[in-house]
T-cell receptor, first 114, second 111 residues
Framework: GESVGLHLPTLSVQEGDNSIINCAYS??????FIWYKQESGKGPQFIID?????DKRQGQRVTVLLNKTVKHLSLQIAATQPGDSAVYFC?????????????FGPGTSLSVIP | NAGVTQTPKFQVLKTGQSMTLQCAQD?????MYWYRQDPGMGLRLIYY???????DKGEVPNGYNVSRLNKREFSLRLESAAPSQTSVYFC??????????FGPGTRLTVT
């Protein structure tokens, strides 16, 4: 399953399938990007990060892809499990903004169907 | 190693009342942050502190004040609560704005 842009805030996938969560960032000067996972009733937890001098970074079952040309970030989750159900946020460290700090996107809610 | 702790977990205030949200971290991080989270709005930065003794405004600072009491503690104060401040408040800390570690949140309702 795949989410498209910031106007599709929910994504449902079958257990075992791969998930792709997309994010469009706003600041071409941002140098660092992070994905967070937030489970219901909890604070966001760090998943994976990538610097702007990289195109791809892999973690355990997760891969982040960065396309600076179109200011697009994606998070791929392999073999999605029920425990992956959560809201996923992308965040950018926005240089040259009014407050020069980490800026979060609105989030995508991932539901895993057993 | 408790990470980031926040108190209280829940709070109900009447309009005009004041309160302070407490946050502490034990990871020796220099930077600390306060975010609010509203449905469909993601996380918005209220205030941050790059190091002990410094604080700066974020995206939505109006109606709030902060104090960086020492390297461990960063408090958020609402002087005169308004219903628009009903939200979930998260404190976070990090080294050099990387890999923010978040607390469990405080759920505030202003009636």
């Amino acid at each position: 399953g795949e989410s498209v842009g910031l106007h599709l805030p929910t994504l449902s996938v079958q257990e075992g399938d791969n998930s792709i969560i997309n994010c469009a960032y706003s600041n071409s000067a941002s140098d660092y990007f992070i994905w967070y996972k937030q489970e219901s009733g909890k604070g966001p937890q760090f998943i994976i990060d990538i610097r702007s001098n990289m195109d791809k970074r892999q973690g355990q079952r997760v891969t982040v892809l960065l396309n600076k040309t179109v200011k697009h970030l994606s998070l791929q989750i392999a073999a999605t499990q029920p425990g992956d159900s959560a809201v996923y946020f992308c965040a950018e460290r926005g240089l040259k903004t009014s407050y020069d700090k980490v800026i979060f996107g609105p989030g995508t809610s991932l539901s895993v169907i057993p | 190693n408790a990470g980031v702790t926040q108190t209280p977990k829940f709070q109900v205030l009447k309009t005009g009342q004041s309160m302070t949200l407490q946050c502490a971290q034990d990871m020796n991080h220099n930077s600390m942050y306060w975010y609010r989270q509203d449905p469909g709005m993601g996380l918005r930065l209220i205030y941050y502190s790059a190091s002990e003794g410094t604080t700066d405004k974020g995206e939505v600072p109006n109606g709030y004040n902060v104090s960086r009491l020492n390297k461990r503690e960063f408090s958020l104060r609402l002087e005169s609560a308004a219903p628009s401040q009903t939200s979930v408040y998260f404190c976070a800390s990090s080294e050099r704005d990387l890999k923010l570690v978040f607390g469990p949140g405080t759920r505030l309702t202003v009636t």
